[in-house]
């Protein structure tokens, strides 16, 4: 069992930046592959940012390639994502997904999850 504690997160104008923080817990063995997800209203949860303990690539999704950036801290199970040129369209609930490999994390059917953040970006 992997427990996810998630903070960062809130209201912000467009063009702002917030910083989420997400840390791991419990049998981390499973927590290979950790990011982001997000669920804005009226669509289906997808990944937003994730990277594979150890470094490597780290995947984006397109629609914030160059405006979000993802990193973590191995020492500390703990995933950061800065969001920076924050968008409206970027409202919704950000949830800290973790998984063995990134094939599980992005199906996103096998993850362990945190509660959700509320992130809002007003025009």
């Known amino acids: 069992q992997v427990r996810l504690r998630e903070s960062g997160g809130g209201s912000v104008q467009a063009g702002g930046s917030l910083r989420l923080s997400c840390e791991a817990n419990?049998?981390?063995?499973?927590?290979?592959?950790m990011g982001w997800f997000r669920q804005i209203q009226g669509k289906e949860r997808s990944g937003v940012a994730g990277?594979?303990?150890?470094?490597?690539?780290?995947f984006y999704a397109d629609s914030v390639k160059g405006r979000f950036a993802l990193s973590r801290d191995n020492t500390k199970d703990t995933v950061y994502l800065q969001m920076s040129s924050l968008k409206p369209e970027d409202s919704g609930i950000y949830y800290c997904?973790?998984?063995?490999?990134?094939?599980?994390?992005?199906?996103?059917?096998?993850?362990?999850w945190g509660q959700g953040t509320q992130v809002t970006v007003s025009s």
């Open positions: 419990g049998d981390t063995y499973n927590s290979g592959y």
């Open positions: 990277v594979i303990r150890g470094g490597g690539p780290v």
């Open positions: 997904a973790t998984a063995f490999n990134f094939e599980d994390w992005i199906r996103g059917d096998n993850n362990y």
